[in-house]
């Protein structure tokens, strides 16, 4: 099974959106990082076929999804960013709705409900109105709709957020799950929700795909441009200046740890640090915020 993109492109008026994206999808999770603005929700509804591309195609299994029409529709589950609920039904009503769409049988239906209510434990709030539940809930009933059909290709739009810690495991959990022989696509900004899940990952800069790879081959890319030290708190300023910081924690009274990204060591007696995930996505956009815990 695979999911082919070829030359795709979006231009909206004056906007390149995504910018003649070439990627082959297998499956696995991937991950799909970039910042906001980045493309990644334009490059997934045209996977999703609902938005029409400017040129290019996007192929499953060689043939062109275009002309797949219903039969793709019914291999696929979608979470999209925005999500439009339908606020006055019942989580359950709303679930058994979207499986009379998809096609499931009555059986298949009231099994897999249960089965997904219990996953994504959503059993207390099962005749809730949809309008009265958390973000985080709804976000949850968003991802139950998208398991429903048992999907071979699922595409999640930011599915992390407005989920709590505990919740975003279990969520990471569920997915590693049902990932097997399928493949799964999750758009995030918040990084450490696909580098412990994704075996592979697209990162998106600006409408085009800047780095593709495993998550340890990413990594690699940051060997030996994470380092660490320790500073007087007066001089963290300074060290922003010249290099990226990505993690400040006091350590003692005026005392700071410093974990910044640069090309070679610039401050005295910093150590080599091990790269993550995240630390290649700080260094490809900078301006994002890094993680400073405990100072200012
Ligand atoms: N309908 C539209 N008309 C004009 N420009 C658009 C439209 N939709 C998106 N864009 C622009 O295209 C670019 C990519 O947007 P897109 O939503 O695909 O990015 P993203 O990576 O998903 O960002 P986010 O995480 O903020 O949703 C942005 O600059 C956005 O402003």
Redesign the pocket.
């Known amino acids: 099974m695979e999911l082919k993109i070829e030359h795709l492109t979006k231009k ?2 004056d ?1 390149t ?1 995504a910018d003649d994206v070439n990627l082959t999808i297998t499956p696995g999770i991937w991950g799909l990082l ?10 997934m509804r045209m996977i999703a076929g609902i938005m029409r591309p400017t040129s290019g195609c996007v192929k499953f299994d060689g043939v062109n999804i275009e002309s797949l029409g219903g039969a793709y529709r019914d291999i696929f589950g979608y979470l999209p ?1 925005e999500f439009g609920f339908y606020p006055e039904f019942t989580v359950q009503d709303y679930l058994e709705y979207v499986a009379a769409l998809k096609g499931l049988t009555k059986k298949n239906t009231r099994d897999k409900i249960e089965e997904l209510l219990t996953r994504l434990t959503l059993e207390d709030v099962r005749r809730k109105k949809i309008v009265k539940l958390s973000g985080g809930m709804k976000r949850r009933v968003g991802i139950a709709q998208a398991l429903l059909n048992e999907p071979e290709v699922l595409i999640l739009d ?1 599915p992390t957020s407005g989920l709590d810690p505990g919740e975003r495991v279990r969520f990471r959990n569920l997915l590693s799950e049902f990932a097997q022989n399928r493949i799964v696509l999750i ?1 995030t ?1 918040i990084v450490p929700d696909v580098e412990y899940i994704a075996f592979r990952n697209a990162i ?1 800069k600006d ?1 085009g795909i800047v780095s593709e790879g495993t998550t340890e081959e990413l990594v690699g890319i940051m060997e030996g441009k994470v380092w660490s030290t320790e500073m007087p708190q007066c001089d963290v300023h300074k060290a922003e200046q010249k290099a990226k910081v990505v993690n400040l924690r006091n350590i003692s009274g005026s005392v700071v740890f410093v974990r910044y990204l640069s090309e070679e060591k610039i401050f005295p007696d910093s150590i080599e640090e091990q790269p993550r995930l995240e630390d290649l996505y700080l260094w490809l956009f900078p301006q994002e915020e890094a993680g400073k815990e405990g100072v200012r």
């Not at 970039?34 to 490059?43: E, F, P």
């Open positions: 909206y008026k906007k959106a970039g910042a906001n603005g980045a493309g990644k929700t334009t490059l960013q930011e758009s900004h998106m409408g």
